[in-house]
């Protein structure tokens, strides 16, 4: 959370609003998000909202769904979602990256796991529905 918080600050700092940016995980493949992620810091995002893909996703409009639809049908998980983050970390992304998504597959995690497993890989918050 610390570097969510920063980042605001230093958005409110220099007089500006911050570019949150969103991608599905796994959209249009899983091999392409890594790279998504570092493309949407190097044009601007100051904070990225990482979807976790979900079976039911009756709260997002047809775009997201097909989206999460595609990512789930190319196999992706919370656990690879978090690979993901993992790999653009190793890359050298340092944009604050929060996980978006529905709780059903945040509890099926596991909530104690959940929360040590993002800490590694490198996420820094949640939004969750």
Do not use: W
């Amino acid at each position: 959370m610390e570097g969510i918080k920063q980042t605001f600050q230093r958005c409110k700092a220099q007089n500006r609003a911050a570019l949150v940016t969103y991608v599905t995980a796994g959209f249009p493949h899983p091999e392409q998000t890594p790279d998504i992620l570092l493309a949407m810091e190097k044009g601007g995002a100051d904070v990225i909202e990482l979807g976790v893909p979900f079976t039911d996703p009756i709260a997002d409009d047809p775009t997201i769904q097909t989206a999460n639809t595609i990512a789930l049908q190319h196999g992706v998980t919370l656990q690879s979602t978090l690979q993901m983050v993992r790999d653009a970390r190793q890359r050298g992304l340092k944009a604050p990256v929060m996980l978006m998504g529905y709780y059903n597959p945040l509890l099926s995690y596991g909530e104690e796991r959940l929360l040590n497993d993002c800490k590694e890989a490198g996420v820094n918050g949640f939004i969750i529905v």
